[in-house]
């Protein structure tokens, strides 16, 4: 069964600060995607990158960036010079095969940028 | 345009109630799903539809029934609503159910109240 976890319930920092919002996986499968969505205060899912289980090279986005490492089952995400737009859950989640490539979804993390 | 479009934003309503949502996009895409995002903000798949047909229906209540009168409309129908019905419900499409089409793009959620 596939399982996401984001033991970080909740950060904060201050503008500015460089912040990485962790995640690990478990899953049996050998081909799999992971990705990361953004839920701001207003309450949408915006979908922010996937990258599929054979692709290991790190991606960068701006001030975005994201580090797969498989040997670790880990894909953390980094914010590079926080603003306060940042602020948001973003949730991790992991493709599940067994019905219709839903997704599955770690339990967020809180991050809150103060100004 | 919207991509992936819910009616309505917000409902509340009364225990024992009968409600719809509906769900419905334009993005020719052949997979819907329904997510419930609980107080916790933890995402669960609830449905998916491939084609109008049922996929997965995960361990919920029959009191919640899916629709799809066509591949662009997912609505959710939910009988003798109670309290525990309370929670935000994301309608969500991708291309098709292959692996490699497996990102989704979600609707903007609709937040049940029930009193």
């Known amino acids: 069964a596939q399982k996401v976890t984001q033991a970080q319930t909740e950060i904060s920092v201050v503008e500015k600060e460089d912040v990485t919002l962790d995640c690990v996986y478990e899953t049996r499968d050998t081909t799999y995607y992971l990705f990361w969505y953004k839920q701001p205060p207003s309450g949408e899912l915006v979908f922010l990158i996937r990258?599929?289980?054979?692709?290991?090279q790190n991606e960068i986005s701006g001030r975005y960036s994201w580090n797969f490492q498989k040997s670790t089952s880990s894909f953390n995400f980094t914010i590079t010079a926080s603003q306060v737009v940042d602020s948001a859950v973003y949730f991790c989640?992991?493709?599940?095969?067994?019905?219709?490539?839903?997704?599955?979804f770690g339990t967020g993390t809180r991050l809150t940028v103060i100004p | 345009d919207t991509a992936v479009s819910q009616t309505p934003k917000y409902l509340v309503t009364q225990m024992g109630n009968d409600k719809s949502i509906k769900c419905e996009q334009n993005l020719g895409h052949d997979t819907m799903y329904w997510y419930k995002q609980d107080s916790k903000k933890f995402l669960k798949i609830m449905f998916s539809y491939n084609n109008k047909e049922l996929i997965i229906n995960e361990t919920v209540p029959n009191r919640f029934s899916p629709k799809s009168p066509d591949k662009a409309h997912l609505n959710l129908h939910i009988n003798s609503l109670e309290l525990g019905d309370s929670a935000v419900y994301f309608c969500?499409?991708?291309?098709?159910?292959?692996?490699?089409?497996?990102?989704?793009?979600f609707g903007p959620g609709t937040r049940l109240t029930v009193t």
């Open positions: 990258r599929n289980s054979f692709d290991e």
């Open positions: 989640a992991l493709s599940d095969p067994t019905g219709a490539n839903n997704l599955f």
């Open positions: 969500a499409s991708s291309q098709d159910i292959k692996l490699v089409n497996v990102e989704q793009y």
